[in-house]
Each structure stands twice: as C-alpha cells, then as structure tokens.
C-alpha cells in the first residue's frame, strides 16, 4: 500500500505499545517486531525506532519483560516506567501506566532532527501533540484502525495526521505466524508471552 514517505525523509516511529497491542488483537493478529522494523526502514531514513510500555515492578515474573528485552536488543529503544497501583471508589485494586507524557516529550526534543513522525497509537490525547509537530514543518503519520468495532483511533487524532496507515491494510507484512509449539524457534515465539497479557499490563490501554 502507499505510504505517503518521500525516499530521504528523516523518519522515527514512536510505538504506543499499549494502544497498539490492543489495536492488534481487535483486528485478530498479532504484531512480529522484526517485520515491522523492516517494513518502515524501508520508508525514507529511520532515525530510531521507540517504544513506549509500563512495567509491573513488584511480579516475581513480568509477562512482558521477554518482548521489552527482546526489542531493546533489536533495534527499537526502549522507555519504560514502573506502573502505579491504587484502589478506586469501589475497593477495587487498579493499575495505572500511562506513558503518553514521555511520548510526547520524545516526539517534541527529536522534531527538529525529523522529517516524518510516525505515531503507533489512536488515543485523541495526541491531537495536540500531532498538529505541534506539524507547526515545526515536520509530517506526521498515525498508524491505527477503524475497522475494529468499536474503531481504535480517535476520529480527531486521525483528521488531524498527514497520513493514515491503516493497520489491517499492512497486517499481512507484519504479522506474526504461529508454528506448533514444539517447533517454532521464531521471534513470534520468543514474544510469545503477549498471548497471556491481556489481563495484565497491555490492559494499560485503557
């Protein structure tokens, strides 16, 4: 599909990984970080790639420690913070782990070294940051859907962006194939550990 890069564009991707995750499972895949990389390298020039997720500190065993670890090794940079616990009005134990603040801050200190901002999130929040990036003479693509029900990407944040990726127009080129477990040695396997999150800090989203 046609991605709106010119070929020497300064490009960065900056992963909402929460809201992409979500994003994803909606529309019934799952993301393979290796072919993503490789998709958008070959969009302009990838200055770095980032990747934004809260951590639950105090589990003897983090499901999603194999993928920020596997990432941090290959090719994206990492930004991670401990999330926050707290009992709402109702008694019940709640987890907060926004990471909107230090995507923003990130976009913001790279834009002048940028030509194109792609932005894996649909949270409406980042209409502002998008048209403030915008106003620095820099594009700014946002990569999310509408074909999920309800539709993930915030009507704003999409009618404010240069370009909308959808991101089931481009799931063939970077999904993940799932071989028998018994033998598959893949990076879907060594990520595999998403599949038992969606009770646990990718509910962040949210």
Avoid at 109 to 127: I, K, N, T, Y
Avoid at 175 to 189: F, I, M
């Amino acid at each position: 599909m046609p991605f709106n890069f010119y070929p020497n564009e300064r490009t960065a991707l900056f992963i909402d990984g929460a809201n992409l995750y979500a994003a994803a499972r909606a529309l019934g895949f799952d993301i393979d970080y290796k072919r993503l990389l490789a998709l958008f390298s070959k969009q302009g020039r990838l200055v770095r790639a980032f990747y934004y997720t809260a951590l639950i500190d105090d589990q003897e065993y983090s499901p999603i420690r194999p993928l920020v670890d596997w990432l941090d090794y290959n090719g994206y940079t990492m930004v991670t913070k401990p999330t926050k616990e707290f009992t709402d009005s109702s008694g019940r134990r709640k987890i907060k782990g926004n990471m909107d603040i230090e995507l923003a801050t990130d976009v913001m200190e790279m834009a002048e070294r940028l030509d194109h901002v792609v932005l894996f999130s649909g949270d409406g929040d980042f209409r502002c940051l998008v048209e403030a990036t915008q106003r620095k003479g820099v594009r700014v693509s946002v990569v999310s859907t509408v074909r999920s029900s309800p539709p993930m990407v915030a009507d704003e944040l999409r009618r404010q962006a240069d370009n909308f990726i959808e991101l089931q127009d481009i799931a063939n080129e970077i999904s993940r194939a799932h071989p028998p477990r018994d033998t598959g040695e893949d990076l879907g396997q060594e990520v595999d550990m998403a599949e038992d999150e969606d009770e646990a800090a990718y509910d962040l989203a949210t």
